[in-house]
Structures are given as structure tokens and as C-alpha cells.
């Protein structure tokens, strides 16, 4: 629901961040959280959910493109944030790339040297989506219990999932593609041309076959 949603934002995109929520919901737009500063994404987070208090809370990055069985694999590991634990979401490695931070056997490792990075793979390892299901309470008492009040100015990743015994990984089985540069886009772009190239030499091979 839109009232359910709180995007976090730094105040200088204020304007930008305000017209876009309204074009979808006007109950989005006044749910935006503005950050006085960059703080990196433990501060954001903590900032949302010292506004959201209580209840089962989804942390999405915006950069992502997901597809397929997403709504049921949340709901898997609400039933999990239930019971205390912090749960993320695992990818198949595509690749040993440093960009990713990797989950295997219960333990977290942010963007490991690449090398590192095909040990891991090697292990069994998946890539961080960086898609975070838990209690709001619970992050709060980690985060109080790890850092009191002053959270150091880190990923979520390293300020907490690298520390926690709560951690919890599901095998995602949606689609996810991390969209967070400008390579990764133009990427994306030039699959989707070959694709809609093949798809089209496909219907052309097809059609000439059907007038023989």
C-alpha cells in the first residue's frame, strides 16, 4: 500500500524526489524521509526506521530491476523476520565480480577482492541483493547494541550483516539485475537490442518459411 512506503532521499534531490513520488502516489511523496546528509545506507536505514518504529519492514534499493516470484519470496522471509531473524536474499554469481557482497554458510563479505570473490563462488557462495525483510525492533537493538547512537557512516552491509548472528539468506528464485551504474544500464540496453534482434530474425525466418 502507498501509506506503507517511506523512500529515503538526500534533501538536495528534494524537488526531483517530491514531483516524481506524486506522479504514483501522493501518500509516497509525503512519506519521504530526507537526509540532511550522506551518511552511506546503516544511517539511512536507521533514520527510516526510527520513523517506522515497529513491524515487518522491506529495505529496497532503487537501482534494481526485479521480475518473476518476488511477492512469495518476501512473504518467506517475513515469516522469518518474525522470528528475529534479519534475512536477505541470495543471487546466483553470474561472475567473481568485487561489486557484490557475497553470503555463504550464515556469514557476510562485502566486496571482496575478486580473487577472494572466486573462492567464495568456488564454496558455494551467492551474491548480496542487497534486499533486506526484518522486524524494525530488531535492527534497532542491533544497531543500539553494536553502535549506541553513533552509527559510523558504513553500508548497512558492513555496519551490521557483516556483525550479526541473526543473519538469515533465502535463494532468491525472482530475477534481479543490479542496475547502480551507468555500465550496468547501457549493458542491460544492449541484451534487451539483441534480444528484440533475434526475436525479430526468429519471426522473419518464420514467416518466409510459411509462403514456401
Known amino acids: 500500500k502507498p501509506q506503507n512506503i517511506f523512500p529515503i532521499v538526500n534533501i538536495a534531490h528534494k524537488n526531483l ?3 516524481q513520488a506524486a506522479v504514483a502516489s501522493n501518500e509516497i511523496a509525503q512519506n519521504i524521509i530526507f537526509e540532511s546528509e550522506q551518511k552511506n545506507t546503516a544511517n ?6 526510527e520513523k517506522i518504529k515497529s513491524g515487518i519492514v522491506v529495505v529496497l534499493p532503487s537501482d534494481h530491476e526485479i521480475k518473476g516470484e518476488f511477492v512469495s519470496d518476501i512473504e518467506e522471509a517475513a515469516k522469518l523476520a518474525s522470528l528475529g531473524k534479519i534475512v536477505t536474499f541470495g543471487i546466483e554469481p553470474e561472475s567473481a565480480d568485487s561489486n557484490f ?3 555463504i554458510n550464515g556469514g557476510f563479505h562485502e566486496k571482496p577482492e575478486p580473487y577472494q570473490a572466486e573462492i567464495l563462488i568456488a564454496q558455494g557462495a551467492l551474491w548480496n541483493s542487497g534486499i533486506f525483510v526484518f522486524e524494525a525492533a530488531t535492527v534497532l537493538t542491533e544497531f543500539e547494541k553494536l553502535y549506541g ?13 557483516e556483525k550479526t548472528d541473526k543473519l538469515a539468506t533465502i535463494k532468491a528464485s525472482f530475477h534481479w539485475a543490479d542496475l547502480g551504474n551507468w555500465d550496468a ?19 522473419v525466418k518464420k514467416a518466409e518459411e510459411k509462403r514456401k
Open 44 to 49: 539511512a536505514i536507521k533514520l527510516g526506521l
Open 101 to 103: 557482497g557475497y553470503i
Open 17 to 19: 524526489a517530491l514531483s
Open 185 to 203: 544500464l547501457r549493458w542491460k540496453n544492449a541484451v534487451k537490442k539483441k534480444s528484440r534482434k533475434r526475436n525479430a530474425s526468429g519471426m
Open 149 to 161: 547512537n553513533n552509527i559510523p557512516q558504513i553500508s548497512f552491509d558492513k555496519a551490521l550483516m
